[in-house]
């Protein structure tokens, strides 16, 4: 073989050994993202498929947690945060507890905000009496805490701290943040642009409709309609 053949045998060799190692790159970048999409589709595929209990027969006082029974709901549980009016964390970890029938209205309201293309958001639910008493040694005033020694709706496992978000977890404006102590926050003050009367008219009239009670002080509280009766709970939930 002349020598200038084998130069282009050399060549030809070199450029096939390239256009398989591109190809097997390929193939590699290929694999890893149909991998990658085939997680993200079995995460979603969970997501939907979540069997999640039924209410129907639960004693109405018993204590569940609220995620058990929906995923149709938003949690943003400040007090397990530093990012509340104490600026201390008071819950171990972030959980949404209340009792049977406080879900059950929870439930039949937050299906009509669906309706909308809204859900309910959770900022505080059932809240034990010992962490009443962590939150009254910090912030000591009956305007702000409830005394623990009386007890708060929230410690009878019949209160929740609320907004709305859309359904892409977006918060409707309401005019102040959760936790706001003024009069900006009294359901009263007209005061407000027509937006945030119309978002905080929404959300206290379907709840008024489903059972619930609002504080006129704090746009975003709302008690279960009887549940002031219940006796305090000091019941704590695990942390995982």
């Not at 000591?140 to 709305?164: C, E, F, R, W």
């Not at 978000?165 to 009294?186: C, N, P, S």
Request: proline share 2%; hydrophobic share 35%; glycine share 4%.
């Amino acid at each position: 073989m002349k020598y200038w053949q084998t130069i282009i045998l050399l060549l030809c060799i070199m450029l096939s050994c390239k256009e398989n190692t591109g190809f097997n790159n390929a193939n590699s970048k290929n694999k890893l993202t149909k991998t990658a999409s085939e997680k993200n589709i079995k995460i979603e595929k969970e997501k939907i498929n979540k069997t999640f209990i039924s209410i129907e027969g639960l004693a109405d006082s018993t204590f569940v947690r609220l995620a058990d029974f929906s995923g149709d709901f938003v949690y943003d549980m400040r007090y397990a945060t530093e990012n509340n009016f104490l600026k201390v964390k008071v819950y171990d970890c972030a959980e949404c507890f209340t009792r049977v029938k406080t879900v059950k209205a929870l439930l039949a309201a937050n299906k009509a905000f669906l309706k909308k293309g809204l859900k309910i958001k959770f900022y505080d639910c059932y809240r034990p009496n010992a962490v009443q008493y962590k939150m009254w040694k910090i912030v000591p005033n009956p305007q702000y805490v409830a005394n623990p020694v009386k007890g708060s709706i929230h410690n009878k496992g019949g209160a929740v701290d609320i907004t709305l978000v859309t359904l892409d977890e977006e918060e409707l404006d309401m005019g102040t943040d959760f936790d706001f102590f003024g009069k900006r926050a009294h359901h009263d003050n007209i005061d407000l642009p027509q937006t945030v009367l119309d978002n905080r008219k929404l959300l206290k009239e379907t709840m008024e409709k489903y059972g619930f009670w609002s504080t006129r002080t704090e746009w975003w509280h709302y008690n279960l309609q009887g549940a002031h009766k219940d006796p305090i709970a000091n019941f704590k939930w695990e942390c995982e």
